[in-house]
């Protein structure tokens, strides 16, 4: 079993930034896209930004040149740093992660728990 926990959400005043991580662990053959979500009150889930195993990036436009997604692939690992937040970016922030317990076996997806992002105005 995969598990993914993130961390680094808090209390932020518009303009400021937080850096949220997530890490994976248990047993598993391989992962490949690894990706951050966003759920407001009242809203659906998001995709914010994903990054592919071999580095290729993709982020929503609501959060193109102020956010950054990166991995550590030798750690399991997926950042994303977010820069000139804006209250607006008020969300759970969600980790995904595509995975599969062995060469033969189909991808499965596994989420975080979430981690809560405050903007103040």
């Known amino acids: 079993q995969v598990q993914l926990v993130e961390s680094g959400g808090g209390l932020v005043q518009a303009g400021g930034s937080l850096r949220l991580s997530c890490a994976a662990s248990?047993?598993?053959?391989?992962?490949?896209?690894m990706a951050w979500y966003r759920q407001a009150p009242g809203k659906l889930r998001e995709l914010v930004a994903d990054?592919?195993?071999?580095?290729?990036?993709n982020y929503a436009d609501s959060v193109k040149g102020r956010f950054t997604i990166s991995r550590d692939n030798a750690k399991n690992t997926v950042t994303l740093q977010t820069n000139s937040l804006k209250p607006e970016d008020t969300a759970v922030y969600y980790c995904?992660?595509?995975?599969?317990?062995?060469?033969?076996?189909?991808?499965?997806?596994?989420w975080g728990q979430g981690t809560l992002v405050t903007v103040s105005s």
């Open positions: 995904k992660a595509d995975y599969k317990r062995t060469f033969y076996a189909p991808y499965l997806e596994v």
């Open positions: 248990g047993s598993f053959f391989r992962i490949n896209a």
């Open positions: 990054i592919t195993s071999g580095g290729i990036t």
